[in-house]
């Protein structure tokens, strides 16, 4: 029979139980034993869940606290200088302080780099690599669990994130070197890694290599193979995991490594099952990542079968079946879902039921009708269903996205004639000060929100509350000084989420939470057709915001390439086809809120690096639909009114020219973990437009002091003129508390001022 295991399961619980217990303790109201037993019950939880789906194989080691990268460099010593960590086991408030600068324990200090898992809304936590860099194990976190996981019986398949993919996405400190240069100490320390799981009786290890899955140097490439040639242990089998895309040039080298089966993502790689199948040795376990692992959508069952079928007859046991990549990415289960739309919940499927979906198919190709049947006949009405569904197409939303001329996407005149508009509309100062929009979400706000769904309060009742809370939110802006102001976004419950509730085309869930960081979780909105704005979104409360202040009001919009990738997305169609569908919905909101006199609008797009695939040969397509689509949305105002966009956590030095083909007025970027050094790239580039680099790190509940934001301006114009420097923080402010929001913003204001006064004086002088 074909065998089944899992890469990986969603580790925040069905209820977000780790979210919670994690923002209890770093709060200080749980101890860390507290912390401990919600972990053990989790994980406890989720073993036997999907043993009881039919899981052969489960993995173990996908737990985590915080992100499994960090959990690597904690795992292997890599812990940097300034968390003070000697050699011994690190503990876990060191652990926390390498993700968020601080912890209940310990010194605070400047957290780890954060940036995106691949193509991923996920965010990992970058190693911090030195010439001299030591690895020693350092944590016995996964040697425990997996003694925790036999002691309940389990087939353990430990996970560990491979040797070349962990240095490729470490980031080099303290001088330029090549990070291939410290696999000789590296090497070592994974060889005890496995010696250790051997101890343990563990049979297979789960060795991920997503790294294939790009276009990689030659010298990275030729790494492999040595790496594999020396890093097998006797009475070891290893498990090369690829996933997140097709192999291509990467393919016969996979195929050939010394290891004892290949995963391969066979959802977006479909394509190379064939040509795997005439590379892989005849000794070697093929698994195939059958099941989509990164969307939502119910498989068609019978159409795996026909595929599968003469791929069981050739390999027989050595034919493996799993998700295509670890289902981190998807909710945890759908049968929480009772008031999600019948229909469109019956096209759907969680973490729970994609492990279903693999029972089923182990099932069929063995011959069990029984066991197969029902499961395969609820699949196939699905699938009917969703064909002749009549709410999915709109012949008006197709009839408007053929109509979009190149005039749509441009502005009118060229961006040094705009800002002289803007600037004459606006008058702001040098260094002007902003947030990027959002501002604490207090538990009475939550309170609010909730109550108005539920209907405990009146629409009356709750536009007086939101607007006493924007009233709030004004007054202290203005009161620390800050220039251009937000309304703070009481009434929204996420960025994306609450754009999708009021566009057609979308529906949400009510425990479909996914993991994006640490204890932050998002509920992606589920694009299951046309998407079009039956009415205006935001419009009122930026009227209403700008008529209590004097100074510029942004409004404040989520982009379209944002809320695309963000969501789970409609797989009938090209996504670069739902993008414009969004951007034309989006286009007539910018054009409200300009007619209602808002005149700088933002446009955020944090996620347009995220979407960006894999493969460099590919990039250029996205970007063309992917810019396009921003400059849609923004193309339908006039010169004077002033387009911002955000971006966050993300390499830009490869879409330079992307990003300024956005031709946003201003960006606004993160750049305090990263010390400013992602302005080196708009530097080179000469980029044109004002940019605002972010100068307080709102993922820490650290504080940064006047002096720490002077500095890292100081470093700014080194690379930016004064004149097109703005001061912000990285992000929106929700995730944090107003104590130390307002110190920060006090602060930052501050140091505006001092550079203010210092650029005023040297130009008396």
């Not at 034993?33 to 989720?46: D, K």
Request: hydrophobic residues 40%.
């Amino acid at each position: 029979m074909t065998t089944t295991h899992n890469l990986g399961f969603p580790r925040i619980g069905a209820k977000r139980e780790l979210k919670r217990a994690l923002e209890d303790y770093w709060k200080g109201e749980i101890e860390q034993p507290e912390l401990l037993a919600v972990g053990r019950e989790l994980r406890q939880r989720h073993w036997q869940q999907q043993a009881d789906a039919g899981i052969e194989w489960l993995p173990v080691g996908d737990f985590s606290w915080y992100d499994q990268v960090l959990d690597l460099s904690t795992l292997l010593g890599v812990v940097p200088e300034r968390f003070n960590h000697d050699t011994t086991e690190v503990a876990l408030d060191t652990y926390f302080r390498m993700a968020r600068g601080r912890a209940p324990s310990g010194e605070p200090t400047t957290a780890c780099e954060m940036t995106k898992w691949f193509d991923t809304n996920y965010h990992y936590q970058v190693p911090e690599l030195i010439a001299q860099q030591q690895f020693t194990i350092s944590s016995s976190k996964l040697f425990d669990e997996v003694a925790e996981a036999v002691s309940l019986g389990h087939k353990t398949k430990p996970v560990l994130l491979g040797p070349l993919s962990y240095l490729w996405l470490g980031k080099t400190k303290g001088g330029d070197f090549n990070k291939l240069d410290l696999l000789e100490k590296l090497l070592p320390a994974y060889g005890e890694i496995l010696n250790r799981l051997k101890s343990q009786g563990v049979e297979w290890v789960q060795i991920d290599e997503p790294i294939l899955a790009l276009t990689l140097p030659l010298e990275w490439q030729q790494a492999f193979e040595s790496v594999y040639t020396r890093l097998p242990i006797k009475g070891v089998k290893t498990m090369l995991a690829v996933y997140f895309g097709p192999l291509k040039e990467n393919l016969k080298l996979a195929c050939g490594l010394p290891t004892d089966a290949l995963h391969i993502d066979a959802v977006r790689g479909a394509d190379e099952i064939d040509t795997v199948l005439s590379w892989l040795p005849v000794y070697k376990t093929l698994s195939l990542g059958i099941i989509d692992g990164r969307n939502i959508w119910r498989s068609d069952l019978d159409a795996l079968l026909e595929r599968l079928r003469p791929l069981q007859q050739r390999l027989g046991e050595r034919l493996w079946l799993a998700p295509s990549c670890s289902l981190l990415h998807v909710p945890v289960d759908l049968e929480q879902e009772e008031k999600l739309d019948s229909d469109i919940r019956s096209w759907l499927a969680f973490a729970q039921q994609k492990l279903a979906e693999l029972n089923t198919l182990k099932h069929a190709l063995a011959g069990d009708d029984e066991a197969a049947e029902q499961a395969l006949h609820e699949s196939r009405q699905a699938a009917a269903s969703r064909r002749s569904s009549t709410r999915i197409h709109q012949p008006d939303v197709k009839q408007r996205c053929a109509a979009v001329t190149t005039s749509m996407a441009e502005r009118e005149s060229p961006f040094k004639h705009r800002i002289e508009q803007q600037q004459a509309r606006l008058k702001l100062p040098l260094l002007p000060t902003t947030t990027i929009g959002s501002f604490p979400q207090t538990a009475a706000i939550r309170q609010t929100r909730r109550q108005y769904r539920t209907g405990e309060l009146s629409e009356t009742e709750y536009q007086t509350l939101m607007r006493r809370e924007i009233d709030n939110v004004i007054e202290k802006q203005e009161a620390i000084g800050i220039d251009v102001l937000v309304h703070g976004e009481p009434e929204r419950n996420d960025m994306v989420e609450y754009f999708g509730e009021q566009l057609d085309g979308f529906v949400f869930s009510q425990f479909g939470w996914v993991q994006s960081y640490g204890s932050r979780c998002v509920k992606p909105p589920i694009i299951f057709g046309d998407v079009s704005r039956p009415q205006p979104i935001t419009v009122a409360w930026s009227r209403y915001a700008q008529s209590k202040t004097e100074k510029p009001m942004k409004g404040m919009l989520t982009g379209p390439v944002t809320i695309l990738n963000w969501s789970f997305v409609r797989d009938d169609q090209p996504r670069a086809t739902t993008c414009l569908q969004i951007a034309l919905a989006l286009r007539d909101e910018v054009c409200d809120l300009e007619q209602a006199g808002i005149a700088i609008i933002q446009i955020d797009e944090a996620a347009l690096r995220e979407g960006l695939p894999l493969r460099t040969e590919e990039w250029q397509s996205y970007l063309d639909w992917a810019v396009n689509a921003f400059r849609v949305t923004a193309g339908g105002v006039r010169d004077e009114t002033q387009i911002h966009t955000h971006m966050c956590y993300s390499e830009f030095n490869d879409i330079m020219p992307a990003i300024a083909a956005m031709d946003a007025d201003v960006i606004t970027i993160e750049t305090s973990r990263s010390d400013m050094e992602l302005l080196e790239a708009f530097e080179e580039f000469s980029y044109p437009n004002d940019i605002g680099p972010g100068v307080y790190d709102i993922h820490s509940p650290n504080v940064p002091a006047v002096e720490s934001i002077t500095s890292l301006m100081n470093k700014a114009l080194l690379h930016i003129p004064v004149e097109r420097l703005w001061v912000n923080p990285d992000c929106g402010l929700k995730t944090r508390g107003w104590p130390e929001v307002n110190t920060a913003l006090v602060n930052m204001v501050s140091a505006a001022l001092f550079l203010r006064s210092r650029f005023k004086r040297s130009r008396a002088s």
